[in-house]
């Protein structure tokens, strides 16, 4: 069902073509900050350490926070190889790993590192570690030909599912995390998702597959994206610059609102829209970025209405379980949000492609 599944031969490859001291991987570096400072450089092949995995990388999404560390507004830590989205094949294992095997077709969490000990690591909530180091981020990611990765993120993935849809899986996680572990969407529940971008699609799906009643909101300039969220099987699309489309959605509604809306626009009309949308006791989940410290929002609109607003940042590990059952159930599709495809030598034209609104561009090792 995936259209992207099956697409190449890519499993049981996981031999690795040449070891030794003198092997070299070809990865996208971040060289210093500052604007620009790509290249695609040699780096050493890299071994597993102790509870560590080698994966040879058959695919990685490229994402905003990419975009943002290309044009230097986004604090990491050069020299750094890019890359967070990842799919691949377990190429070699570090001592200790019992989890995968050689072969394995494989994603990987995000968290290259983190303390274990605090407060937020008990609560499995590793994404607010103080001491938190990310692949791609922080720590060396996986837009190269290998990436050595903690075995205890990396997970096989199901078996129809290509490495186009399994680099998503990141992504989707980000989703999971907004639409069931923050927002707590039910089934039956009237959502609305506002900003029909990659998350916000993402996002749609996990509600759908949650039971829920899902609109995709955006503007009228979003028509492309609407047809996408149409067939992806979302109840309803709206253009919220068209007078009288809140309206309608709440007429819809019963004349009371909607249940929760997941806000992925990172915008104040979004914001405020939102807040229209929404029934007395609703849920208002902020999941995209503003960019921008000072943001306007009707708070006393929010008191009157006993609205609750709780905000979702990236994922937990157990965002990223749920979002391979759902894959594995063949609940989502991620792959459908795919836009374009770009060998690793070609990242120029990838960076360059993934700067149009809606794009989903895949680097393929
Ligand atoms: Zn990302
Ligand atoms: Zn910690």
Redesign the pocket.
């Known amino acids: 069902m995936l259209a992207l599944r099956g697409d190449r031969d890519w499993r049981n490859d996981g031999e690795r073509h040449e070891t030794g001291p003198a092997a070299t991987v070809k990865a996208l570096v971040k060289r210093a900050s500052g604007p620009g400072q790509l290249a695609l450089v040699d780096l050493p092949d890299p071994h597993p350490g102790p509870g560590q995995v080698v994966i040879r990388m058959a695919a990685g999404?490229l994402?905003?926070?990419?975009l943002h560390i290309a044009h230097g507004t986004f604090p990491c830590r050069p020299p750094l190889v890019l890359g967070?989205?990842l799919a691949g094949v377990v190429a070699e294992v570090g001592p200790g790993v019992e989890s995968v095997r050689v072969g394995d077709p494989v994603t990987t969490e995000t968290d290259a590192s983190f303390c274990g000990r605090c407060a937020y690591c008990r609560a499995g909530d590793m994404h607010l570690c103080p001491e938190r180091t990310g692949i791609g981020t922080t720590a060396d990611g996986g837009f190269a030909e290998y990436v050595a990765v903690p075995a205890g993120g990396v997970h096989r993935l199901p078996d129809d599912v290509g490495p186009a849809a399994g680099a998503l899986t990141?992504?989707l996680a980000?989703a999971v995390h907004a639409v069931v572990e923050r927002g707590q969407v039910r089934p039956g529940e009237r959502v609305v998702v506002l900003g029909p971008g990659t998350v916000g699609l993402l996002a749609a799906q996990v509600a759908l597959a949650q039971g829920a009643d899902v609109t995709v909101a955006g503007l009228a300039r979003h028509a492309d994206r609407f047809r996408l969220a149409a067939e992806l099987g979302v109840t309803a699309t709206a253009a919220l610059d068209v007078p009288g489309e809140i309206e309608a959605i709440v007429a819809r509604a019963g004349g009371m609102g909607v249940d929760r809306v997941i806000e992925c626009s990172g915008s104040e009309e979004g914001l405020d829209g939102a807040i229209r949308l929404l029934r007395k006791g609703g849920w208002l989940v902020q999941v995209g970025f503003f960019g921008t410290p000072q943001v306007r929002i009707d708070l006393d609109t929010l008191v009157n209405r006993e609205l609750t607003l709780v905000a979702s940042r990236g994922k937990r590990p157990t965002s990223f379980r749920i979002a391979l059952d759902l894959l594995r159930a063949g609940r989502v599709d991620p792959g459908r949000l795919i836009t374009g495809r770009f060998p690793l030598e070609a990242w120029e034209a990838a960076f360059a492609a993934a700067e149009a609104p809606g794009s989903k561009v895949l680097l393929e090792m």
């Open positions: 999404a994402c905003g926070t990419d967070h989205e990141e992504p980000v």
